[in-house]
Structure formats: structure tokens, C-alpha cells
């Protein structure tokens, strides 16, 4: 079952975007929202680990959170807008939302 992971807390305060990659599945996806974005900051341990992610794992970033935070968007994220996330949640089997 693929599931879309969804994350909102920043990767520098505690381990969950660690241990959601360690439980992706091959055709699960991971959002990042929130202060998850800061993840997408260049030269971080947390940026190199979403880019070593299999290339069958979607990752994507709420459009206005990035925006918010002026980070620049790697190539391999895709941007969407809430209703993208709508869409997205519609599309997997279950939605995760690491609270």
C-alpha cells in the first residue's frame, strides 16, 4: 500500500524525518511542509539524505511554506499547492502525518 508521508517539523529538533526514511516504502512519498522545508537547505546532512532517497520516492514541498522560508527548491522536489495536497492525499492509499 503507498502511503504519502507528511512532515511539518523541522529536521533540526528531532530525528522524525530520520526514522519517516527509514520507513518509506519503494512507491510511498514524502511531503514537506512547515518548517520540514528548512530539510531542503543546501549543504545539510538532512538534504543530502532526501537526495539519496530511491528515485521511485516522490518527494514533494508545500508551495507557500518554501516561499515563506526563501529556500531553494532542489530539482528533485516538486512544489504543490494545497490543492496538490488535497490531490496527493486523494492519490496514495494512506496519507502519514508525523505529528
Known sequence: MATLHVLS???FTDSR???CLRL???QD???LCGDAVYALQAGT???QALQLMPDSISLY???EDVQARAIAL???ATQVDYSGFVALSCQYDKVN???
Open 9 to 11: 517539523h523541522s529536521p
Open 17 to 19: 524525518l530520520s526514522s
Open 24 to 26: 518509506l516504502g519503494s
Open 29 to 31: 512519498a514524502l511531503l
Open 45 to 47: 546532512a538532512q538534504l
Open 61 to 63: 514541498t508545500l508551495d
Open 74 to 76: 532542489p530539482e528533485r
Open 97 to 99: 502525518t508525523w505529528l
